[in-house]
């Protein structure tokens, strides 16, 4: 495997599951100004155009998770928010848009290991992941309003689909800080971890799931997805059609063949 070179993220295989650290610790790991934006573009590009890594952890290198947009250049109208609001719009749409549109894409299960401070698009960042757990330091907000604007990411569209309508309302309107055992509660993240067990149970979680199945793997965050959006019948006619190709997989009969064995009736 040839990984993407990165800019402002360190990119690590460990067996079937990528670490992906993101780098730009002088930045609190923002979205804005830095390249990682381009870097998880590249390597959600490289990981479904090929088949050896299985799950993806997303960390923080630093104090933070991720800060999201740099505040110094809102105030300043600078780099990612200078022009005028049609331009902002585009720079939008070309810029940080891109994001959620390609983790939708990923073929592969994606797990945040929240090590500090996920704010604003940093916050959506962890949303737009599969599973997510929390270090002891981890901090989430949807803080946009507090600063006068909307999560133009995409954040409350993924925010109700994660917590609910309403629990979404009360974070997205008061732009108020979550903390450890709340996050629990409210279903941001899977599990609090004291700091040096996080990222080690993080990759333990990746490991188990990158162990099913490939075909059957990709296919079931899939169905996870379409769930979201798709009527009934039509998704049970999907389901139909994958798990008759689920059925002629390789991985299929040899799954089992393990678990008769276990049984003893191998």
């Known amino acids: ?21 993101l780098n730009r610790d002088d930045v609190r790991n923002a979205l804005t100004g830095t390249r990682i934006v381009n870097d998880i573009l590249l390597l959600v590009e490289w990981l479904n155009q090929q088949s050896e890594v299985q799950c993806l952890v997303l960390t923080g ?61 940093g916050f959506d960042l962890v949303n737009m992941c ?11 907000g949807e803080t946009f309003v507090n600063l006068g604007i909307i999560p133009g990411d995409g954040g409350a569209w993924f925010l109700p689909r994660k917590i609910g309508p309403q629990r979404a309302a009360e974070l997205a309107l008061t732009g108020r800080i979550v903390e450890g055992a709340e996050a629990v509660s409210l279903g941001l993240v899977l599990e609090l971890l004291p700091q040096s067990q996080l990222l080690p149970r993080a990759m333990q979680l990746a490991q188990q ?10 296919q079931t965050k899939r169905l996870l997805k379409l769930s979201e959006t798709t009527a009934l019948d039509q998704f049970l006619a999907i389901c139909a059609e994958v798990q008759g190709q689920c059925h002629h997989d390789p991985e299929h009969l040899q799954a089992v063949n393990r678990l008769l064995k276990q049984m003893g009736q191998g």
């Open 209 to 218: 799931i990158a162990s099913k199945p490939s075909y059957a793997l990709r």
């Open 130 to 140: 599969d599973l997510a757990l929390a270090g002891e330091k981890a901090k989430f």
């Open 61 to 121: 290198g630093g104090r933070a998770f991720c800060s999201g947009g740099n505040v110094k250049d809102m105030a300043e109208r600078s780099n990612d928010f200078a022009g005028s609001p049609d331009e902002l719009a585009q720079r939008y749409q070309q810029g940080i848009q891109r994001l959620p549109l390609a983790l939708s894409e990923l073929e592969i299960p994606v797990i945040a290991a929240v090590n500090g401070a996920a704010i604003g698009a």
């Open 1 to 21: 495997m040839t990984a993407p070179r990165l800019t402002d993220c360190l990119l690590q295989i460990d067996g079937r599951v990528a670490l992906l650290t």
